[in-house]
């Protein structure tokens, strides 16, 4: 018996760290997923491991299954809340076996990762033996929702063979889960989200899970109907970075700044909902209307970077993305974490394929890898 869910990853168009601490966000899904194949073994097979199989970073795990409950103590006698106290020393672990890949930048990432599927599993399925396997179009921890969307794809998995939630699996090609399916995965994958990055807002994995283009404000999803075709080119400076801290430096500061950081908070929220209600209204009658809706936008995306860089989550990579584009005319901000990964720029409507080509070729001069993503797609499917 097998089931393939895949996920997919996203971009914040607007609010990013500021959600964590109530102010509205503005995300879309892109059309770059992980997917998860999950295949549990016949009782003939007499198979009792766990396998996972990485294979963007060809790494296998198998673990006995009877021994998964050693592992993580909390997970099998506590599934109500993720197991955030027990990690480190499960992490620890999970180094060790990750000791011999020498190449691995994001081993903390990894580790952390590989707990959080432990944990989905063994809450979800229990102890049956099984093989899974996970693919990614999405780079690691570069701010596009790696981890959303591994967790996202996996708990549909789960979900779809533990006989919790109905599936059709006689239907052709990919199909989405219905409504219930979708929050059920969604609770599940934000678990697993706060195992990988600690006190995550919830965006990543809700905009994974439903796809789309989604307002969020403390925890409400509210979906976006775009009267706009939005363009973007995402900007992989590659500097590695770890949301869990960048998060937690957000809220370091706002300890020590209350006021001016609750100030910058507030702006935020405002840039975010003027953003969706751009993005939403429906008179686009004319190529000037295009423009000025434009022009807006472009303003709140300066605006929103501006306020990033208060918080501390820019980065000199992420600056020269910024000044590059800059020369084009073009406006820039990151999105996800910061402190390096990825970097939005608004391609306008009317922006000639020229253009977009030498600022594509300046950036990759600089050693970053340009992506120009399809936006607001379908989220979780499973086939
Ligand atoms: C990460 O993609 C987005 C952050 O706002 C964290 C979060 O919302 O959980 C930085």
């Not at 952390?112 to 944990?119: N, Y």
């Not at 949301?243 to 500061?253: F, I, N, P, Q």
Request: charged share 20%; hydrophobic share 40%; net charge negative.
């Amino acid at each position: 018996m097998e089931v393939r869910a895949r996920a997919p990853g996203k971009i914040i168009l607007a609010g990013e760290h500021a959600v964590v601490h109530g102010s509205a966000a503005v995300a879309a899904s892109i059309g770059l997923y992980t997917s998860v194949l999950l295949h549990l073994p016949s009782p003939e097979d007499n198979d009792d491991a766990l396998t996972l199989h990485l294979m963007d970073v060809d790494l296998k795990f198998s673990w006995p299954i009877g021994r998964i409950k050693e592992i993580l103590p909390h997970s099998v006698n506590n599934s109500a809340s993720s197991p955030t106290t027990c990690c480190e020393e499960t992490i620890k672990l999970i180094l060790a076996v990750l000791e011999d890949s020498k190449k691995l930048e994001s081993k903390i990432g990894i580790a952390s990762g590989v707990v959080a599927f432990l944990w989905l599993y063994t809450s979800i399925l229990g102890n049956k033996a099984a093989k899974v396997t996970v693919s990614s179009d999405l780079p690691l921890g570069s701010g596009l929702g790696s981890s959303a969307a591994f967790c996202v794809s996996l708990s549909g998995a789960l979900l779809a063979l533990s006989g919790s939630v109905e599936v059709d699996f006689d239907r052709e090609g990919w199909v989405s889960f219905g409504e219930k399916e979708q929050q059920l995965a969604n609770k599940w994958a934000f678990e697993g989200e706060k195992i990988i990055h600690g006190k995550p807002s919830g965006i990543d994995n809700t905009v994974s899970t439903f796809g789309n283009l989604i307002k969020f404000k403390s925890g409400v999803l509210t979906c976006i109907k775009s009267n706009m075709t939005l363009k973007m080119l995402i900007t992989n400076t590659k500097v590695g970075r770890n949301t869990k801290a960048l998060v937690a430096g957000v809220s370091e500061r706002k300890k020590r700044h209350p006021d001016a950081m609750t100030s910058v908070f507030t702006a935020v929220d405002f840039i975010s909902n003027e953003f969706a209600s751009i993005i939403q209204s429906s008179s686009f009658s004319d190529d000037d209307d295009v423009i000025k809706k434009e022009q807006n936008i472009k303003e709140l995306m300066e605006m929103n970077q501006g306020l990033l860089k208060c918080m501390g989550v820019s980065h000199a990579s992420i600056e020269t993305v910024v000044q590059t584009t800059v020369k084009y005319g073009l406006t820039s901000k990151l999105t996800g974490a910061g402190g390096g990964g990825c970097v939005i720029t608004l391609l306008p409507a009317l922006l000639s394929s020229a253009v977009i080509g030498k600022v594509i070729e300046e950036l990759e001069q600089c050693g970053f890898q340009c992506l120009i993503a399809e936006i607001g797609g379908n989220g979780l499917e499973f086939r």
